[in-house]
């Protein structure tokens, strides 16, 4: 034979490979959520999801300094509810001495070059389990809209370096923007879930928060995974918004939605790597069907080429590690 290339020249030995590799994970890929719990020296592993921990603030601030040590520069903090303040409005979630306000500000205390992230939906916070108001059975939009706003100035009065809206309604984006701008907080970023998925794969986070819908499903609200230009009108109307990082979630089904997004848009592109994602891995490791650490780089270096520029992921440790 009389080749001009030979493709598997640029494959031949571990440095070339290196040399041409087209996607290079970093740390500063990654954003790390954590599950923040009432009390204290509480460490609860989640049953559905093998190796993670939902942490009092005290454990949690201990996390955040070992993210931040090991080169991890971002933070999405979730917080579990207790069941005697959940009700239909959602207000605990702009308590000013609520769980997730006395996190933001323990956690910029003790590392304050963390960029700390908060999600923003009323579902821990609801009777009801869903990420709104509910009426007669539905997830209303525009009163949820006005409770969204004020847990928003609530994180950022606290000290959050951006919201993170994941609850899907219409106009949020908006709202929220104009009501950071007229309260002063001009550097709060928003982090928007703009093409998020109804997906099973977020079921073992709701065992980890106690916040699985109490009746119905989230499809009034969460996106058909049947839809692909849905996703962009709905990433381009955040933006148009106010949108500083825009967001595709789930992330290992949806690689595609990841690269038309990321096409489409010149802001950051973020995928989630969802709970139900980390599961699978976790427990096709355990049965020794898969190698976990391979299955993770593998993984998360599959979202990044798609085109996410930053990857929420529970195995942000665990890569870091590796990567060091
Ligand atoms: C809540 C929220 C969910 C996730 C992030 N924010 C669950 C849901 O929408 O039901 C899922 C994250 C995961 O599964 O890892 N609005």
Known sequence: MHLLHRNRTLRRSAAIRSMVAETLLTPNDFIAPLFIDEGE??????????GYFRYSVDHTIKEVKTLWGMGIKSV?????????????TGKEAWNENGLMQRSIKAIKDAVPEMVVMTDVALDPYSEFGHDGIVKDGQILNDVTVDALVKMSLSHAAAGADFVAPSDMMDGRIGAIRQALETNQFTH?????YSAKYASCFYGPFRDALDSAPGFGDKKTYQMNFANRLEAINETMADIREGADIVMVKPAMAYLDIIREVKNAVTVPVSAYHVSGEYAMIKAAA????????????ESLTAIKRAGADLIATYFAKEAAGMLA
């Open 41 to 50: 020296g509480v460490a609860f592993e989640i049953p559905s999801m093998p």
């Open 76 to 88: 999405l903090l979730f917080i579990r509810c207790r069941d005697e303040w959940k009700d239909n």
């Open 286 to 297: 355990q049965m020794g069907w898969l190698d976990e650490q391979k299955a993770i780089l």
């Open 188 to 192: 709060t970023g928003i982090m928007s």
